[in-house]
T-cell receptor, first 112, second 115 residues
Framework: GDSVTQMEGPVTLSEEAFLTINCTYT??????LFWYVQYPGEGLQLLLK?????DKGSNKGFEATYRKETTSFHLEKGSVQVSDSAVYFC???????????FGEGTQLTVNP | GAVVSQHPSRVICKSGTSVKIECRSL??????MFWYRQFPKQSLMLMAT?????????EQGVEKDKFLINHASLTLSTLTVTSAHPEDSSFYIC???????????FGPGTRLLVL
């Protein structure tokens, strides 16, 4: 079955540091890939997505590129802010159907 | 756009009682709604998928008689936890999508505490 594996957290960075959160996936078809963010006490918000190989999703300074050859969708940001502190979830959705499969989530804390 | 609300945001109930959680799409017609459960510091576990006007499809291991899901309209789905027990305490999150779009829009979640 489909699965998503994220790098283990928690991740603690200083403000303006470079962020990478690794995400790899296993899927039978050609899934769409997503990053969701969950701020403390809130539900998930879509951060970015990519629907086919080599697509790059970007939003709020975050980027992730759909790499079919390495089955990866790593999240990056060049300079994190304290307000980026949250839990980040990588997810995939197969072409057919509407079901999302989530990774375990990675807690990010950014210190001033 | 694409806002999903949940009510209540937090509920405390006694063991053995039933609790209803509402999920509403405020500015779009949600042809499909999803219910997830999230344990502390863990990922989301899909409980069931519901399409408007039809019965929900439950994931393996989820008791459909305990977690009743109704999707009576294109803007409202409800999850009723029947005869709640302390082990049902969790964060319940709904999401919604509409025909032709693959993105799911998530509600803010409902924290249930069963005493």
């Amino acid at each position: 079955g489909d699965s998503v594996t994220q790098m283990e957290g928690p991740v603690t960075l200083s403000e303006e540091a470079f962020l990478t959160i690794n995400c790899t996936y296993t899927a039978t078809g050609y899934p769409s890939l997503f990053w969701y963010v969950q701020y403390p006490g809130e539900g998930l918000q879509l951060l970015l997505k990519a629907t086919k190989a080599d697509d790059k999703g970007s939003n709020k300074g975050f980027e992730a590129t759909y790499r079919k050859e390495t089955t990866s969708f790593h999240l990056e940001k060049g300079s994190v802010q304290v307000s980026d502190s949250a839990v980040y979830f990588c997810a995939l959705k197969e072409t057919s159907g509407s079901r999302l499969t989530f990774g375990e989530g990675t807690q990010l804390t950014v210190n001033p | 756009g694409a806002v999903v609300s949940q009510h209540p945001s937090r509920v405390i109930c006694k063991s053995g009682t039933s609790v209803k959680i509402e999920c509403r799409s405020l500015d779009f017609q949600a042809t499909t709604m999803f219910w997830y459960r999230q344990f502390p510091k863990q990922s989301l576990m899909l409980m069931a998928t519901s399409n408007e006007g039809s019965k929900a499809t439950y994931e393996q291991g989820v008791e459909k008689d305990k977690f009743l899901i109704n999707h009576a309209s294109l803007t409202l789905s409800t999850l009723t936890v029947t005869s709640a027990h302390p082990e049902d305490s969790s964060f319940y999150i709904c999401s919604a999508s509409y025909r032709g779009r693959e993105t799911q829009y998530f509600g803010p979640g409902t924290r249930l505490l069963v005493l």
